[in-house]
């Protein structure tokens, strides 16, 4: 039964590292990557909820078009983590189900 | 001309955008070209201004290639706005788009889209689980990260790209457990009377012998004929396995950490819908593209497409269509005048070079036409990934009467959630147009309305002061 779910790192070019936290984890990402591959490399999976069924979903187009890579990334609730570059110091949780309706964030 | 007015706008940085954007800038043009990416490439070229991966050997020349582009681009002065999402362009030669929260308004003589290709929407049951993703992600993330998909790995599906990730993924000593093969039996048979038309092609045949010669000689378990694809998930809800049939009928079951899918690319036409613009059905690629002229000029008068978003042919294809396209504004520009007719050679090569890389296509769009259980899926699939509504649902509303998508929306939200319509529109489309015994052409699409990526009111709100310099 497969348990590692987290993306194997080939030999990069030299690049600038950043720290992000996600889901309390913090692990080290590289500048300019998207936060969903930072995401995948962490092995978090799901990285959201359905709001519908509550079924789990992981990025699956990395380029925009599917949706199914939301998170709460920095407190901002449904973004896209895969068009979303990480930054040093960033907050990155599971999106779970619909967003919560806050007053200042419509 | 304020700095908000510009002669040409083209949406997209990929091979089709930037090849456009330091053609027109060099015919005197003033430009803007605006991308989602916070790096100009596209998908095919995607970061190839930083590649992530130290051993170029994995991507090869191919992706490498597209650094000749990005230099002609980079030197060429034109206005390059990047991380910019346009969400709504108007038939009165204005767009607005979405820049690090804020939106933007510019206006246009003429518009160039060149918004590429997604890959075609693949549903079978369990295409959602955690765990499943598409073999251009996997690319992607090679691109752009240099990460590798958790074993056991297992890819499925059909196409060059099928093929093309694997040998990525194998040149970076990464172990694949099955290559499982969806491309119907018959689709040799409708393939063949074109094979000699593709020989023409023959760099692209040796292309694709030899990267099934690299799977082969790397010892992979590769399976064709396979039908009844599912994913099975574990008890937390991720992908598990990978179940099928066979090419003689046994049900077979792989345990996996990553399943990569794939079906060709399709024309990503979001935009193009939103404008209005007429579309037609083309029934051997089993898509839709926009109707257009042999420039790339659409039923609009000032809005030309270029590259695979006008109809799927490669980057290198998408490279001379954008020359083309700003050949043919510049031709307009300068119709009557002394100076008209300069380009003429120069136009005259590029469309030579375009025939010769489209002559593959019949060959390659009949070999890898989609199996027919990936356009009309089992009941049980999700077909809406964002609604969750499945391919019975679907159904079952075409034989309570509805005709078309649109009703179809009204009735299960199919195609309302973010996505828009982009992971379902070409299924609905086919399953409607198979239960009502028509052609998609007849079922027709959802009408795309602006916004056409979610936008918030902030955002929106930001719309009054949107007139700033760039
Ligand atoms: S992974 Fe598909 S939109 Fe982000």
New interface residues.
């Given amino acids: 039964m497969p348990t590692d779910s987290r993306f194997n790192r080939l030999p990069v070019s030299e690049k600038g590292l950043v720290s992000i936290c996600i889901e309390g984890q913090t692990i080290t990402a590289l500048e300019g990557e998207s936060v969903a591959a930072a995401v995948l490399q962490a092995g978090v999976r799901p990285s959201r909820t359905t709001p519908v069924t509550d079924s789990g979903r992981a990025p699956f187009c990395m380029m925009g078009v599917c949706f199914d890579c939301l998170m709460e990334i920095d407190g901002k609730p449904n973004t896209q983590a895969c068009m979303t570059e990480v930054r040093d110091g960033m907050v990155v949780n599971i999106q779970r189900g619909a967003r919560q309706v806050l007053g200042d964030d419509l | 001309m304020n700095s908000n007015q510009f002669d040409l706008a083209i949406i997209g940085a990929g091979p089709a955008g930037m090849s456009a954007a330091s053609t027109a800038a060099k015919q005197g043009l003033k430009v803007l070209l605006l991308d ?4 100009p490439g596209g ?1 095919i070229y995607r ?1 190839i201004g ?6 170029r050997q ?1 991507l090869g020349p191919d992706y490498y290639y597209g650094e000749k582009l990005l230099t002609a681009f980079s030197g060429a002065g034109v206005t390059y706005l990047h991380g910019a999402t346009v969400w709504e362009v108007t038939t009165d030669n204005i767009l607005y788009v979405s820049v690090k929260g804020e939106s933007r308004r510019f206006e246009f003589n003429k518009l160039l889209i060149a918004t590429g290709a ?2 075609r929407p693949s549903p079978f049951p369990g295409w ?7 073999c ?2 996997a690319q ?3 691109k ?9 790995i297992v890819i499925a599906g059909s196409g060059p790209l099928l093929l093309l990730i694997s040998c990525q993924l194998i040149r ?1 000593g ?1 172990k694949i457990d099955a290559i499982l093969d969806t491309t119907p039996g018959k689709n040799y048979r409708s393939a063949l009377p074109e094979f000699l038309g593709a020989l023409k092609g023959w760099r692209f045949v040796l292309k694709g012998m030899r990267m099934l010669s690299e799977i082969r000689k790397a010892g992979i378990q590769q399976l064709s004929g396979v039908t009844g694809l599912s994913a099975d998930q ?1 008890e ?5 396995a990978v179940t099928y049939y066979d090419n003689k009928g046994h049900q077979q079951t792989l ?3 990553s399943l990569l899918v794939h079906q060709g690319v399709i024309p ?1 036409s979001q935009l193009t819908r939103s404008l209005g613009l007429a579309h037609v059905w083309d029934e051997v690629q089993k898509c839709w593209k926009p109707e257009l002229n042999k420039w790339g000029q659409s039923s609009h008068p000032d809005i030309l497409v270029a590259g695979d978003s006008a109809g799927i042919g490669g980057a290198l294809a998408a490279e001379l269509q954008g020359k083309l396209a700003v050949f043919e504004i510049v031709r307009q520009r300068d119709a009557g005048s002394a100076t008209s007719g300069n380009n003429e050679i120069e136009q005259e090569k590029a469309i030579q070079e375009l025939q010769q890389q489209l002559v593959i296509r019949p060959f390659l769009d009949r070999l890898y036409s989609p199996a027919e259980e990936f356009m009309s899926p089992p009941d049980e699939t999700i077909v809406c ?4 509504v499945t391919a019975g649902e679907i159904r079952s509303l075409a034989n309570d009467g509805c005709r078309g998508p649109n009703q179809t929306k009204a009735f299960c939200r199919a195609g309302m ?3 828009q319509g ?2 379902c529109g070409t299924t609905v489309s086919s399953l409607l147009a198979s239960e009502l015994k028509a052609s998609p052409a007849q079922v027709g699409y959802y009408n795309i309305r602006a916004p056409i990526k ?1 936008l ?3 955002e929106l709100a930001t719309i009054g002061n949107a007139d700033s310099n760039c």
Avoid: F, H, Y
């Fill in positions: 989602e990416q916070p790096r998908q970061n930083s590649p992530a991966l130290k051993d994995i997604q890959e959602t689980l955690p765990g499943v993703m598409t251009g992600a992607i993330l090679l752009t990260s240099g990460l590798t998909p958790p074993g056991p970076a990464i574990d937390s809800g991720n992908l598990s345990s996996c950490s990503n990934r964002c609604e969750e959630g973010p996505c982009r992971q979610p918030t009111l902030g």
